[in-house]
Protein backbone atom coordinates (compact mmCIF):
# COMPACT_ATOMS: atom_id res chain seq x y z
CA UNK A 1 0.00 0.00 0.00
CA UNK A 2 1.14 3.73 -0.68
CA UNK A 3 0.20 5.80 1.96
CA UNK A 4 -0.29 9.03 -0.46
CA UNK A 5 -3.08 6.40 -2.04
CA UNK A 6 -4.82 5.63 1.37
CA UNK A 7 -4.84 7.31 4.63
CA UNK A 8 -6.94 7.02 7.29
CA UNK A 9 -7.36 11.11 7.79
CA UNK A 10 -10.48 12.99 7.17
CA UNK A 11 -8.56 16.28 6.25
CA UNK A 12 -5.82 17.11 3.72
CA UNK A 13 -1.91 15.47 3.90
CA UNK A 14 0.30 18.41 5.55
CA UNK A 15 3.30 18.84 3.00
CA UNK A 16 6.00 20.46 3.77
CA UNK A 17 7.37 23.01 0.69
CA UNK A 18 11.23 21.98 0.45
CA UNK A 19 10.86 21.20 3.98
CA UNK A 20 9.88 24.58 6.07
CA UNK A 21 10.89 26.90 3.69
CA UNK A 22 9.15 29.64 5.52
CA UNK A 23 11.37 29.29 8.88
CA UNK A 24 15.05 27.61 7.53
CA UNK A 25 16.78 26.77 4.50
CA UNK A 26 15.06 25.48 1.92
CA UNK A 27 15.53 21.48 0.98
CA UNK A 28 17.70 21.10 3.26
CA UNK A 29 17.48 18.32 6.27
CA UNK A 30 17.23 21.02 9.03
CA UNK A 31 14.37 22.11 7.24
CA UNK A 32 12.81 18.45 6.66
CA UNK A 33 13.33 18.16 10.27
CA UNK A 34 11.45 21.18 11.14
CA UNK A 35 8.85 20.60 9.06
CA UNK A 36 7.94 17.10 10.94
CA UNK A 37 8.20 19.00 14.22
CA UNK A 38 6.02 21.44 12.50
CA UNK A 39 3.13 18.69 12.70
CA UNK A 40 3.62 17.73 8.69
CA UNK A 41 2.58 14.62 7.40
CA UNK A 42 5.86 14.80 4.41
CA UNK A 43 7.73 17.26 2.47
CA UNK A 44 8.32 18.31 -1.14
CA UNK A 45 11.39 18.65 -1.97
CA UNK A 46 13.72 19.10 -6.00
CA UNK A 47 16.34 16.46 -7.14
CA UNK A 48 18.85 16.48 -10.04
CA UNK A 49 21.70 14.87 -10.74
CA UNK A 50 25.50 16.53 -10.04
CA UNK A 51 28.74 15.37 -11.89
CA UNK A 52 30.01 12.67 -9.79
CA UNK A 53 26.34 11.03 -10.11
CA UNK A 54 24.56 11.62 -7.22
CA UNK A 55 20.81 12.57 -6.92
CA UNK A 56 21.24 15.65 -4.73
CA UNK A 57 18.32 17.47 -3.31
CA UNK A 58 18.31 21.04 -4.33
CA UNK A 59 15.80 23.88 -6.93
CA UNK A 60 17.40 25.48 -9.18
CA UNK A 61 19.82 24.51 -12.12
CA UNK A 62 22.68 26.45 -10.19
CA UNK A 63 24.23 26.55 -6.68
CA UNK A 64 24.05 30.55 -6.72
CA UNK A 65 20.68 31.24 -4.99
CA UNK A 66 20.46 28.64 -2.39
CA UNK A 67 24.41 28.70 -1.36
CA UNK A 68 27.10 30.79 -0.85
CA UNK A 69 28.42 28.11 -4.09
CA UNK A 70 28.15 29.54 -7.87
CA UNK A 71 27.94 27.17 -10.96
CA UNK A 72 25.36 24.96 -12.43
CA UNK A 73 24.72 21.58 -10.55
CA UNK A 74 25.39 18.71 -13.53
CA UNK A 75 29.00 20.45 -14.05
CA UNK A 76 30.31 19.66 -10.21
CA UNK A 77 30.91 16.91 -8.27
CA UNK A 78 29.31 16.22 -4.77
CA UNK A 79 32.44 16.60 -3.33
CA UNK A 80 32.60 20.25 -4.59
CA UNK A 81 29.31 21.39 -4.04
CA UNK A 82 29.69 20.23 -0.41
CA UNK A 83 31.85 22.79 0.00
CA UNK A 84 29.23 25.15 0.11
CA UNK A 85 26.73 26.84 2.77
CA UNK A 86 23.29 25.93 2.07
CA UNK A 87 22.43 28.00 5.22
CA UNK A 88 22.51 27.89 8.99
CA UNK A 89 25.66 25.91 8.43
CA UNK A 90 23.40 22.89 6.69
CA UNK A 91 25.00 21.15 2.98
CA UNK A 92 23.35 20.49 0.01
CA UNK A 93 22.07 16.98 0.84
CA UNK A 94 21.64 13.70 -1.47
CA UNK A 95 18.42 12.00 -1.69
CA UNK A 96 19.65 8.86 0.28
CA UNK A 97 20.54 11.58 2.98
CA UNK A 98 16.63 12.82 3.59
CA UNK A 99 15.69 9.34 3.08
CA UNK A 100 17.97 8.31 5.99
CA UNK A 101 17.41 11.33 8.12
CA UNK A 102 13.63 10.55 8.06
CA UNK A 103 12.61 7.46 7.50
CA UNK A 104 12.06 6.64 11.33
CA UNK A 105 9.49 9.95 11.59
CA UNK A 106 5.59 9.47 11.27
CA UNK A 107 2.82 11.66 12.02
CA UNK A 108 -1.02 11.06 13.19
CA UNK A 109 0.39 7.60 12.38
CA UNK A 110 1.38 7.71 8.81
CA UNK A 111 4.90 7.09 8.00
CA UNK A 112 7.01 10.51 6.58
CA UNK A 113 5.86 10.57 3.20
CA UNK A 114 8.08 12.20 0.50
CA UNK A 115 7.45 14.19 -2.63
CA UNK A 116 10.07 13.99 -4.82
CA UNK A 117 10.23 16.35 -7.58
CA UNK A 118 12.25 14.92 -10.48
CA UNK A 119 14.08 18.58 -11.85
CA UNK A 120 16.06 18.17 -14.95
CA UNK A 121 13.62 20.05 -17.45
CA UNK A 122 17.15 21.42 -18.38
CA UNK A 123 18.83 18.18 -19.10
CA UNK A 124 16.32 15.73 -20.30
CA UNK A 125 18.18 12.57 -20.59
CA UNK A 126 20.61 12.52 -17.99
CA UNK A 127 19.75 9.79 -16.09
CA UNK A 128 17.70 11.39 -13.29
CA UNK A 129 14.82 8.91 -13.78
CA UNK A 130 16.46 5.69 -13.09
CA UNK A 131 18.91 6.91 -10.57
CA UNK A 132 16.09 8.40 -8.19
CA UNK A 133 14.16 5.00 -8.72
CA UNK A 134 17.27 2.99 -7.84
CA UNK A 135 17.71 5.01 -4.43
CA UNK A 136 13.83 4.71 -3.84
CA UNK A 137 14.47 0.91 -4.25
CA UNK A 138 17.64 0.68 -2.03
CA UNK A 139 16.21 2.31 1.12
CA UNK A 140 12.66 0.58 0.48
CA UNK A 141 10.94 3.74 0.20
CA UNK A 142 8.43 3.03 -2.50
CA UNK A 143 5.29 2.84 -0.12
CA UNK A 144 5.92 6.57 0.88
CA UNK A 145 7.25 8.45 -2.49
CA UNK A 146 5.01 9.94 -5.01
CA UNK A 147 6.88 11.39 -7.99
CA UNK A 148 6.35 14.93 -9.43
CA UNK A 149 7.30 16.86 -12.85
CA UNK A 150 6.44 19.49 -14.96
CA UNK A 151 7.76 17.50 -17.56
CA UNK A 152 5.61 14.85 -19.27
CA UNK A 153 8.84 13.02 -20.22
CA UNK A 154 10.06 12.78 -17.07
CA UNK A 155 6.74 11.24 -16.05
CA UNK A 156 6.63 8.99 -18.74
CA UNK A 157 10.20 7.84 -17.53
CA UNK A 158 10.37 7.04 -14.05
CA UNK A 159 7.32 5.08 -14.95
CA UNK A 160 9.51 2.92 -17.02
CA UNK A 161 11.62 2.28 -13.73
CA UNK A 162 9.26 2.61 -11.15
CA UNK A 163 6.00 1.20 -12.18
CA UNK A 164 4.34 1.01 -8.88
CA UNK A 165 5.04 4.33 -7.45
CA UNK A 166 2.45 6.80 -8.05
CA UNK A 167 3.27 9.68 -10.28
CA UNK A 168 1.52 13.40 -10.38
CA UNK A 169 1.68 15.88 -13.26
CA UNK A 170 2.60 19.24 -11.78
CA UNK A 171 1.25 22.60 -13.90
CA UNK A 172 0.65 26.06 -13.68
CA UNK A 173 -0.43 29.22 -15.69
CA UNK A 174 -2.22 28.76 -18.48
CA UNK A 175 -2.82 24.94 -18.08
CA UNK A 176 -5.88 25.21 -16.94
CA UNK A 177 -8.59 22.49 -16.70
CA UNK A 178 -9.82 23.19 -20.49
CA UNK A 179 -6.30 23.33 -21.68
CA UNK A 180 -5.78 19.67 -20.03
CA UNK A 181 -8.63 18.40 -22.27
CA UNK A 182 -6.17 19.03 -25.47
CA UNK A 183 -3.03 17.04 -24.04
CA UNK A 184 -2.90 13.30 -24.24
CA UNK A 185 -2.26 12.37 -20.13
CA UNK A 186 -3.04 8.83 -20.50
CA UNK A 187 0.12 7.49 -21.27
CA UNK A 188 1.54 8.57 -17.77
CA UNK A 189 -1.03 6.91 -15.69
CA UNK A 190 -0.80 9.19 -12.99
CA UNK A 191 -2.82 8.99 -9.43
CA UNK A 192 -2.50 12.67 -8.71
CA UNK A 193 -2.85 16.51 -10.03
CA UNK A 194 -0.43 18.73 -9.09
CA UNK A 195 -1.53 22.37 -10.12
CA UNK A 196 -1.35 25.76 -8.10
CA UNK A 197 -3.51 26.49 -5.81
CA UNK A 198 -5.00 29.51 -8.28
CA UNK A 199 -5.77 26.35 -10.72
CA UNK A 200 -8.21 24.74 -7.92
CA UNK A 201 -11.73 25.28 -8.98
CA UNK A 202 -14.91 22.98 -8.16
CA UNK A 203 -14.81 22.62 -11.44
CA UNK A 204 -11.48 20.49 -11.15
CA UNK A 205 -12.01 18.99 -8.10
CA UNK A 206 -14.90 17.30 -9.52
CA UNK A 207 -13.54 16.05 -12.95
CA UNK A 208 -10.57 14.88 -11.13
CA UNK A 209 -12.90 13.12 -8.60
CA UNK A 210 -14.84 11.38 -10.91
CA UNK A 211 -11.22 10.19 -12.54
CA UNK A 212 -10.36 8.82 -8.75
CA UNK A 213 -7.10 11.34 -9.03
CA UNK A 214 -6.36 13.03 -5.65
CA UNK A 215 -4.97 16.99 -5.90
CA UNK A 216 -1.83 17.81 -4.21
CA UNK A 217 -1.77 21.80 -4.94
CA UNK A 218 1.37 24.32 -4.51
CA UNK A 219 2.53 26.92 -2.79
CA UNK A 220 -0.11 27.52 -0.35
CA UNK A 221 0.30 29.95 2.07
CA UNK A 222 -1.96 32.28 3.04
CA UNK A 223 -4.68 31.23 5.61
CA UNK A 224 -7.94 32.19 3.43
CA UNK A 225 -6.38 29.85 0.35
CA UNK A 226 -5.76 27.21 3.03
CA UNK A 227 -9.33 27.48 4.13
CA UNK A 228 -10.61 27.70 0.49
CA UNK A 229 -8.46 24.31 -0.30
CA UNK A 230 -9.95 22.83 2.80
CA UNK A 231 -13.30 23.07 1.75
CA UNK A 232 -12.37 22.05 -1.80
CA UNK A 233 -10.89 18.87 -0.12
CA UNK A 234 -8.04 18.78 -1.86
CA UNK A 235 -5.28 15.62 -0.92
CA UNK A 236 -2.73 17.40 0.01
CA UNK A 237 -1.61 20.88 0.52
CA UNK A 238 1.93 21.69 0.02
CA UNK A 239 2.81 24.97 1.87
CA UNK A 240 6.27 26.77 3.45
CA UNK A 241 4.89 26.84 6.82
CA UNK A 242 3.86 23.83 7.80
CA UNK A 243 2.34 25.07 11.10
CA UNK A 244 0.13 27.75 8.98
CA UNK A 245 -1.91 24.75 7.67
CA UNK A 246 -2.05 22.75 10.97
CA UNK A 247 -3.35 25.88 12.42
CA UNK A 248 -6.21 26.50 9.53
CA UNK A 249 -7.12 22.77 9.66
CA UNK A 250 -7.50 23.01 13.57
CA UNK A 251 -9.85 20.79 15.15
CA UNK A 252 -10.06 18.27 12.58
CA UNK A 253 -6.17 17.27 12.79
CA UNK A 254 -6.03 13.44 13.62
CA UNK A 255 -10.11 12.82 12.86
CA UNK A 256 -10.10 9.65 11.01
CA UNK A 257 -12.47 8.26 8.05
CA UNK A 258 -12.26 4.53 6.15
CA UNK A 259 -8.85 4.68 3.89
CA UNK A 260 -9.50 5.65 0.72
CA UNK A 261 -7.74 7.13 -2.65
CA UNK A 262 -8.78 10.07 -4.85
CA UNK A 263 -10.47 13.08 -4.92
CA UNK A 264 -10.82 14.46 -1.93
CA UNK A 265 -12.20 13.83 1.71
CA UNK A 266 -15.92 13.49 2.24
Given amino acids: MNYWLKTSLSHPLIIGHRGARAYYPENTIGAMRLAHKQGAHGIEFDVRLCKSGEVIVIHDLALDRTTNGTGNVSDLTLAEIRQYDAGQSERVPTLAEIFEAMRDASTDGIPFLFNVELKNNET????????VAAVVRQYD?????????FSANSIREILKHAPAVPRGFLYYGEKTLAALHN?????????????????????????????HLGVNTWTVNERDDIRRMIT???TGIIGDSPATI???????????SAPGGGGGWG
Fill in 232 to 234: LGV
Fill in 183 to 211: VDLSDMQLSFHHPHFALVTPELMTELGAQ
Fill in 246 to 256: VEMLGPTLGEA
Fill in 141 to 149: MGDRVVFSS
Fill in 124 to 131: QGDGLEAA
